[in-house]
């Protein structure tokens, strides 16, 4: 009777609930912040990874609520936004464009911006901490742009701006542990050492 009762409630759960993301709370005794993770299903090559990050970010004291489409509104920015690839690109432009408030910190992973200004100039005026994450599987634009992020940082010394290598293709394979730990250890330094704080 009960799992009937939860199949029902599973398959009634109005469209518009579902657009407002799943969440996955801190699996430890209080939270270390809110994770906004957008895993858009046109980027089939980040699920893989997200699914990792969805899975362990909480284990380590996080909590995350993953979302399948770019927030229409300015999500909450006391709290961490994590995107790849395009969607990255896009959830930057909306900042920038739309003043959306900034979060207190920005996970890109493989982003680009298709069709616009170049990301560099973009990310160097946010005043959040920037983990840039890239890596040779990258989309052909997220290559090319990765250098030219890194030095316009440099050059307008923005201090809470650091681009990481990844060595592995977090496009395929099931191992990602040394990715979140990476994410999770950057996290933890910049929002609880008070870098990022405005």
């Given amino acids: 009777m ?12 109005p469209p518009a609930l579902q657009a407002a993301g799943r969440l ?8 270390l912040g809110d994770v906004l993770l957008l895993a ?3 980027d089939p090559g980040f699920t893989l990874l997200a699914n990792a ?9 996080w909590q995350v609520r993953r979302v399948d489409a770019l927030p229409e509104q300015a999500p909450a920015p006391d709290g961490v936004w ?14 920038t464009r739309e003043g959306w408030a900034s979060p207190r910190a920005l996970v890109l992973i493989g982003a680009y911006q298709s069709g616009e200004s170049p990301l560099a ?8 901490a920037v983990l ?11 290559l090319a742009e990765r250098t030219e992020r890194r030095r316009q940082a440099q050059r307008s010394n923005k201090r809470n701006y650091r681009q990481w290598r990844s060595y592995l293709n977090y496009h395929e394979g099931e191992d990602h542990d040394e990715l979140v730990s990476r994410i999770h250890g950057w996290l933890k330094r910049q929002l609880h050492t008070g870098k990022a704080k405005r």
């Fill in 24 to 31: 996955t709370p801190s699996h430890t005794a209080g939270t």
């Fill in 82 to 95: 994590l995107a790849a690839g395009a969607s990255a690109g896009a959830l930057v432009s909306r900042i």
């Fill in 2 to 13: 009960l799992l009937r009762t939860v199949l029902f409630l599973l398959l009634a759960v």
């Fill in 40 to 42: 858009q299903a046109e």
């Fill in 132 to 142: 840039d994450v890239v890596s040779d599987w990258d989309h052909p634009v997220a």
């Fill in 53 to 61: 990050l969805e899975r362990q970010l909480p284990e380590k004291g």
């Fill in 121 to 128: 100039e973009a990310l160097v005026e946010l005043p959040s």
